[in-house]
């Protein structure tokens, strides 16, 4: 609990420290919902169960500042929500049945968007991930990962316009928690963001 207010903490500071930077020049910001599949990665153990990730979905609030006409400083936080199936291994006299389990997290991604053309973007950067989930099933996901993403944005008038962004969220890549065999999140889906421009 202690690691989690912790990494908690750090993470709201660097977020909140990046709003500050850029709050006298916010180019744009908006809501973000996204929906996707996920798979857990880890190493093959003999006897080990299967893991299934559902389809879960992504809310999101989004503050973006444009560098120069190219690069954009883009950063957020969003709350993801899914389930993970896990299927015992074959054991005599072991309940076979597929148990499903919640799986929650809160992260914010800082990376930069560069535009491709006057419609098309092309995104990476890093994001902080805090592993809410209540009882975990898997590896807490709390620490650093990774993302990148592509999309589509069409103006609607000067001050608003409309984002499809598909994304691949690598969680995990530094995790707070040791386990000798851990399981990692790789969060694929597209997210739909509506955003005013300042």
């Not at 169960?49 to 936080?77: C, F, P, Q, W």
């Not at 993970?84 to 054991?91: C, D, L, M, N, Q």
């Not at 995790?175 to 300042?198: A, F, Q």
């Amino acid at each position: 609990m202690n690691k989690w207010l912790m990494y908690f903490c750090i993470t709201l500071c660097c977020f909140c420290g990046t709003i500050t930077i850029t709050i006298a020049q916010i180019n744009s910001y908006g809501i973000s919902t996204g929906i996707g599949k996920g798979t857990i990665l880890k190493q093959s153990l003999d006897g080990d169960a299967s893991y299934d990730i559902l389809t879960g979905y992504t809310l999101g609030v989004i503050y973006n500042r444009k560098m120069n006409d190219i690069i954009h400083l883009h950063t957020s936080i969003n709350w993801y929500n899914n389930s993970v199936v896990i299927t015992p291994a074959f054991y005599p006299g072991i309940n076979l049945a597929p148990k499903s389990y919640a799986l929650q997290m809160i992260y914010i991604p800082l990376y930069l968007r560069m535009n491709l053309s006057k419609y098309f973007f092309i995104t990476g950067g890093f994001t902080g991930d805090i592993d809410v989930t209540k009882h975990n099933q898997i590896t807490d996901q709390s620490g650093l990962g990774a993302s990148i993403g592509a999309g589509f944005e069409m103006a609607v008038s000067n001050s608003f316009s409309i984002q499809l962004n598909p994304y691949m969220n690598f969680h995990g890549l530094i995790l707070s928690h040791k386990d000798k065999y851990p399981e990692r999140l790789l969060d694929t889906g597209i997210k739909l963001n509506l955003v005013i421009n300042k």
